[in-house]
């Protein structure tokens, strides 16, 4: 049986699953929502090799693309959205609520239309884990799409409570989100998040907790993997990018909450590089 083509998404917070490995789970669902300037192409070669690598069907939340200026000036408006979300938002823990499904998909429609919200993939990863409800999702994001999703988690918790996101937990790669939902902290019952970041990416300093770690104050910082990436100085962009970011330890930490081993097989490695040059092929990037 040939192998299936990994889909190019066209439409900005387009969710298209990806499981190279034909793995027969779906639970937990898995996500990946994409950062600024990822082409298509990009963000499906990501999610497929996401897929391989975690050997678990990922679901790609596309954060269209409209160029630089654009994608800076959507960045800056849900940066402001994030930072409101605690500043102008409740600051407690919200009481959670036992609903049923049919309940869940009215609130979810009712939210959709009330809501002001500048990035269709927010919307559209809010949906994403609403309809999830009192299922786990875990959720890889990286850059913008930590803006992205921790304002679909500030949703969920505004909507459905703080016990809702005890089944949410995020894998934040170079995150500059200034503020995530109090219900997500494990220490809160939720299901936590683990940040992975390099100290001298300029995108992560914006996140005030790591400009705090960078400056020595670490007693602020959450758990995760953070380093200092050599060569590219004290401050820049270079060790911004979604490769080096997931060299992080990311994925042992991602694979032994999936139930894998943290070490790959040798036959493994063999198997998914095949895998990857595969989809590199039916996708149509060579990088």
Same mark, same amino acid.
């Given at each position: 049986?040939?192998?299936?083509?990994?889909?190019?998404?066209?439409?900005?917070?387009?969710?298209?699953?990806?499981?190279?490995?034909?793995?027969?789970?779906?639970?937990?669902?898995?996500?990946?929502?994409?950062?600024?300037?990822?082409?298509?192409?990009?963000?499906?070669?990501?999610?497929?090799?996401?897929?391989?690598?975690?050997?678990?069907?990922?679901?790609?939340?596309?954060?269209?693309?409209?160029?630089?200026?654009?994608?800076?000036?959507?960045?800056?408006?849900?940066?402001?959205?994030?930072?409101?979300?605690?500043?102008?938002?409740?600051?407690?823990?919200?009481?959670?609520?036992?609903?049923?499904?049919?309940?869940?998909?009215?609130?979810?429609?009712?939210?959709?239309?009330?809501?002001?919200?500048?990035?269709?993939?927010?919307?559209?990863?809010?949906?994403?884990?609403?309809?999830?409800?009192?299922?786990?999702?875990?959720?890889?994001?990286?850059?913008?799409?930590?803006?992205?999703?921790? @304002?679909? /988690?500030?949703?969920?918790? +505004?909507?459905?409570?703080? !016990? =809702?996101?005890?089944? $949410?937990?995020?894998?934040?790669? &170079?995150?500059?989100?200034?503020?995530?939902?109090?219900?997500?902290?494990?220490?809160?019952?939720?299901?936590?998040?683990?940040?992975?970041?390099?100290? @001298?990416? /300029?995108?992560?300093?914006? +996140?005030?907790?790591?400009? !705090? =770690?960078?400056?020595? $104050?670490?007693?602020?910082?959450? &758990?995760?993997?953070?380093?200092?990436?050599?060569?590219?100085?004290?401050?820049?962009?270079?060790?911004?990018?979604?490769?080096?970011?997931?060299?992080? @330890?990311? /994925?042992?930490?991602?694979?032994?909450?999936?139930?894998?081993?943290?070490?790959?097989?040798?036959?493994?490695?063999?198997?998914?590089?095949?895998?990857?040059?595969?989809?590199?092929?039916?996708?149509?990037?060579?990088?």
């Amino acid at each position: 049986m040939a192998p299936t083509i990994p889909t190019v998404p066209t439409k900005d917070g387009e969710v298209n699953k990806y499981n190279l490995l034909a793995v027969p789970v779906n639970s937990p669902k898995l996500y990946y929502v994409n950062g600024i300037r990822n082409s298509a192409k990009d963000h499906a070669l990501t999610a497929s090799l996401l897929s391989i690598v975690c050997e678990h069907p990922v679901h790609g939340v596309y954060n269209l693309s409209n160029g630089a200026i654009l994608d800076l000036g959507q960045c800056i408006l849900d940066y402001t959205q994030n930072a409101s979300a605690r500043v102008l938002g409740n600051r407690k823990l919200v009481p959670g609520k036992t609903l049923r499904q049919d309940e869940v998909q009215q609130i979810v429609k009712e939210t959709v239309q009330g809501s002001l919200v500048w990035n269709q993939a927010t919307v559209t990863l809010f949906r994403e884990v609403a309809n999830n409800y009192g299922q786990n999702s875990l959720i890889i994001a990286h850059s913008q799409g930590n803006l992205i999703t921790s @304002n679909a /988690l500030f949703t969920i918790e +505004r909507v459905f409570g703080s !016990a =809702a996101l005890k089944y $949410v937990r995020v894998y934040s790669l &170079a995150s500059p989100s200034p503020a995530w939902p109090l219900g997500l902290r494990h220490t809160n019952g939720g299901g936590g998040r683990q940040e992975n970041a390099f100290m @001298n990416d /300029l995108v992560s300093l914006l +996140r005030p907790h790591n400009m !705090a =770690a960078k400056l020595g $104050v670490t007693r602020f910082q959450n &758990a995760g993997d953070f380093r200092t990436h050599a060569g590219s100085g004290l401050v820049g962009l270079t060790p911004h990018g979604v490769n080096e970011n997931i060299a992080l @330890n990311f /994925l042992r930490s991602i694979r032994t909450d999936l139930g894998k081993s943290k070490e790959f097989a040798p036959d493994f490695l063999e198997k998914s590089s095949k895998k990857a040059d595969d989809a590199m092929k039916m996708i149509g990037v060579n990088h």
